[in-house]
Each structure stands twice: as structure tokens, then as C-alpha cells.
């Protein structure tokens, strides 16, 4: 089976910088995928990494670490709309498999 | 932007009663995906589709469940007799499908309260 785990809350202020840490055992591992999830509305890609490093998007950006098994979502210059869930998730078991399993979520409060 | 859609937004049924659940994915997209999320909970993996046939299904995804493409444009997943730990939000997904890495697009969802 396949372990994620992220911190259940976190709290910053806008216009900070913030990291969201994401641990994860697994076999196969195909990639990791970060989602942000507003209350009560669908997941929304924010990026992947496949590769060890820093993948950077605008004002988001992820780490990955496959051999320890770590990866982190970097938000910068911080806004009162980034208060959401940020899931965690991995596509793993090799041969293609496409499916994603989340972890359980960060809620993160944006404060003025 | 082309988006994935869902109907109906929210479904309420009695215990043992079947739902069907559908969703338009996106229109070049080739794998096709249902999750569901039990209210405070993760988001739980079900069903992948590709090629009009189950890819991956998890173990959740059991005998009471099924999915179908009837036509070129919808993908439903049908529970046939619903139970009460079946309430959840359940959200459709596509994926171009080219590769393992391809963004997975999420419909809005659709909220099942079983009675």
C-alpha cells in the first residue's frame, strides 16, 4: 500500500511565504501531484514532479526527493483566496497506473 | 477552458435505491476517472477507464459499482443499491492519457446523501 502524510493545519500570514511538507512510502512511484481544494468544490491542479528538484509555477512551487521519499509546495507572496486544502498526492505501482492516491490535506488559514 | 461537467450537483436517495451519476469529461481527453470524498476525508480513488474498459479500480470499487460510457460524450458510475456509508462527494476526472504525468482535471463533483 502506499502512506502519505501531511500536516492537518497550518497558518500564515499574507504576503509570507509558506511550505507545506509531504512525506510518502510507496513502490513504483510514477509521480507526485499537488491539488488545491477549496471548501466544498473539486481539487485543482497546481503542478508534478517526477524528477528530484524544484519545479516553479508563478507564485507555487514543488520539491521532490524521491529517495527520501519527501516533497514540499512552496507558496510565495501569499493571498487571502490561497486559504484551501493542499492535497498531496502520488501516482505509484509502475505499468502505467494512472490512478492517484491523496493525502489526507493541509488546511491552510491565510491571515491578514 | 474546456472543463469536465457533472449532473446532478447533488442527489439525494433512499438506502438500497440505485443512482446513476454522470459526467461529460473533456472532449479529447482518453482516461477517464471516478473519486469520491466522504465528508472531512481524503479523496479516495475508484474507478479509471480507458478505451471502454476499466484500467484500475480499487477496492472500493466493488460489485455494487459499475461505470459506462453510453455514448462519445458521457461517463457514468452507477451504484445499485446504495448504502448509507456510500454519502459523499463524488468527482468525476480526465486526463489526456498520453502519459502517467498528465494533469488529472476534476469536475465540480456531486454530492450523494443516501437516507
Known amino acids: 500500500g502506499q502512506n502519505i502524510d501531511q500536516p492537518t493545519e497550518m497558518t500564515a500570514t499574507e504576503g509570507a511565504i509558506v511550505q507545506i511538507n509531504c512525506t510518502y512510502q510507496?513502490?513504483?512511484?510514477?509521480?507526485l501531484f499537488w491539488y488545491q481544494q477549496h471548501a466544498g468544490e473539486a481539487p485543482t491542479f497546481l503542478s508534478y514532479?517526477?524528477?528530484?528538484g524544484l519545479e516553479e509555477k508563478g507564485r507555487f512551487s514543488s520539491f521532490l526527493s524521491r529517495s527520501k521519499g519527501y516533497s514540499y509546495l512552496l507558496l510565495k507572496e501569499l493571498q487571502m483566496k490561497d486559504s484551501a486544502s493542499y492535497l498531496c498526492?502520488?501516482?505509484?505501482?509502475?505499468?502505467?497506473?494512472?490512478?492517484?492516491?491523496f493525502g489526507s490535506g493541509t488546511r491552510l488559514q491565510v491571515q491578514p | 477552458e474546456p472543463e469536465v461537467t457533472q449532473t446532478p450537483s447533488h442527489q439525494v436517495t433512499q438506502m438500497g435505491q440505485e443512482v446513476i451519476l454522470r459526467c461529460v469529461p473533456i472532449?479529447?481527453?482518453?482516461?477517464f476517472y471516478w473519486y469520491r470524498q466522504i465528508l472531512g476525508q481524503k479523496v479516495e480513488f475508484l474507478v479509471s477507464?480507458?478505451?471502454?474498459?476499466?484500467?484500475?479500480k480499487s477496492e472500493i470499487f466493488d460489485d455494487q459499482f459499475s461505470v459506462e460510457r453510453p455514448d462519445g460524450s458521457n461517463f457514468t458510475l452507477k451504484i445499485r443499491s446504495t448504502k448509507l456509508e456510500d454519502s459523499a462527494m463524488y468527482f468525476c476526472?480526465?486526463?489526456?492519457?498520453?502519459?502517467?504525468?498528465?494533469?488529472?482535471?476534476f469536475g465540480p463533483g456531486t454530492r450523494l446523501t443516501v437516507l
Open positions: 476526472a480526465s486526463s489526456a492519457g498520453t502519459s502517467v504525468y498528465n494533469e488529472q482535471f
Open positions: 510507496t513502490s513504483g512511484f510514477n509521480g
Open positions: 514532479n517526477v524528477l528530484d
Open positions: 498526492a502520488v501516482s505509484a505501482g509502475g505499468g502505467g497506473r494512472r490512478a492517484l492516491t
Open positions: 472532449s479529447n481527453h482518453l482516461y
Open positions: 477507464f480507458y478505451n471502454n474498459e476499466i484500467s484500475e
